[in-house]
């Protein structure tokens, strides 16, 4: 998923946004430099977009320059033309014409809003959890307390404009959101400096120091399961080996993976991922054949479940997957 990967484009996208609009350092370049980073950056995921919402305050200080502030509308609007082009013509298009189901724009605010209340404790776990975890979250709720405590508005500004916006993200999702863990993501850089404006506060470095490492062991024990290979995932590792022997990177390939994308990044081919039940329908591996498709991977243990295709030519079986050709 790029929503690591397309938050830290638009929060890099920000900072040249800021420096230009404050007239720092070679302006022009920090302009090309914000407009190609927030266009990347909301182009790979479209939640992280909302945070550049934030950068809309600057444009009502009275010390920039009118110009300035329109140049800089200008050029975001071009931005946000191209990511409304490929979000809302060209990629449904693509739906439309290719049927790739993973296209996920989200649902009415009605039913969104229906679906998270129905689903209101584990859209909470999201916060409390998932995002920086517990301790990560007593830091955000301890920024939320100096800042209220000394009247540090800015930052209770930028957490209440974020939570506006980003409440728009969560409703649109509605059930999506809270089973999910990485749709919180893009919410995760206001928590952070909402902790991290708490920590400011500590006149102890050591207590700082201290807080700073039980956030990082929590989080590292959190995720202990990501530092070794599931054996779910084992099951496909030799996927790519073994498709390499019998086919071309090029040829397109079906598998009953019950929808899940996971075995064909390992198999490094593209085509179709489907349930046991239509790859066992000939009509619609006929209709895939039309289409280009070459080899179907029946997989066994992991995945999938074992179906058997006499149809087809059986080219290479183990006890986890077995391919046949068309």
């Known amino acids: ?81 191209g990511v409304a082009v490929w979000y809302f ?31 209101l404790p584990q859209t909470f776990n999201r916060f409390y959890e998932t995002a920086m975890h517990l301790s990560g979250f007593a830091l955000f709720l301890l920024g939320l307390f100096w800042a209220t405590k000394r009247h540090r508005y800015i930052v209770l500004l930028v957490v209440g404009l974020s939570v506006l916006t980003f409440l728009f993200i969560i409703l649109k ?3 999506t959101f809270p089973h999910h863990s990485y749709y919180v993501i893009p919410f995760v850089p206001v928590m952070a400096m909402t902790a991290g404006y708490g920590l400011t506060q500590i006149k102890y470095a050591w207590l700082v120091w ?45 598998m009953n993976s019950e929808g899940f994308p996971t075995p064909m990044y ?32 029946i997989l066994k243990r992991s995945f999938g479940t074992e179906i058997f295709l006499d149809n087809y030519s059986k080219v290479l079986e183990n006890e986890d997957y077995c391919i046949y050709q068309l």
């Open 89 to 119: 013509y060209w990629v449904p298009y693509l739906v439309d014409t290719y049927g790739f189901w993973h296209f996920f724009m989200g649902k009415s605010i009605a039913q969104g809003t229906l679906e998270i209340m129905d689903n």
């Open 1 to 81: 998923m790029p929503d690591s990967f397309s938050c830290s484009l638009v929060l890099a996208a920000m900072y040249f946004g800021i420096q230009f609009l404050q007239g720092k350092g070679r302006m022009y370049i920090q302009l090309f430099l914000y407009f190609l980073l927030a266009t990347v950056g909301v182009l790979s995921k479209l939640p992280a977009g909302y945070m550049l919402v934030l950068i809309g305050l600057l444009l009502f200080d009275k010390e920039i320059p009118i110009s300035r502030k329109v140049l800089f509308i200008s050029v975001s609007s071009v931005a946000f033309l």
């Open 210 to 254: 201290l807080l700073l490492f039980t956030v990082i062991i929590e989080g590292m024990i959190s995720q202990e399961y990501d530092f070794r290979v599931k054996e779910r995932e084992m099951r496909v590792m030799n996927l790519e080996r073994d498709l390499d022997k019998i086919s071309k990177r090029s040829d397109l390939i079906l």
């Open 173 to 175: 999702a509605g059930y």
């Open 266 to 297: 390992f198999a490094h081919r593209k085509g179709w991922v489907e349930s046991s039940e239509k790859v066992k329908d000939p009509t619609f591996v006929k209709n895939l054949q039309r289409k280009g498709l070459k080899f179907v991977v």
